[in-house]
């Protein structure tokens, strides 16, 4: 086991993955709208489970 542990190890450290994109006033709109559309459907799935159990024991 500990030998697959040591094969795997040095593929990790090179892939650091993409960098951040740079903070410019464009990108943090993109950001701040994200956030937003994942809010509203956070929202949405939190509120419709239970408007839809309220309306089944209404």
Do not use: C, H
Request: aromatic content about 10%; cysteine-free.
């Amino acid at each position: 086991m500990q030998k697959e542990l040591d094969e795997e190890e040095p593929n990790q450290e090179d892939d650091w993955g993409n960098p951040p994109s740079p903070d410019t006033p464009e990108n943090r709109k993109k950001a701040l709208r994200a956030q937003i559309i994942l809010g509203i459907f956070g929202l949405v799935g939190v509120l419709l489970p239970g408007f839809l159990y309220w309306l089944k024991f209404k």
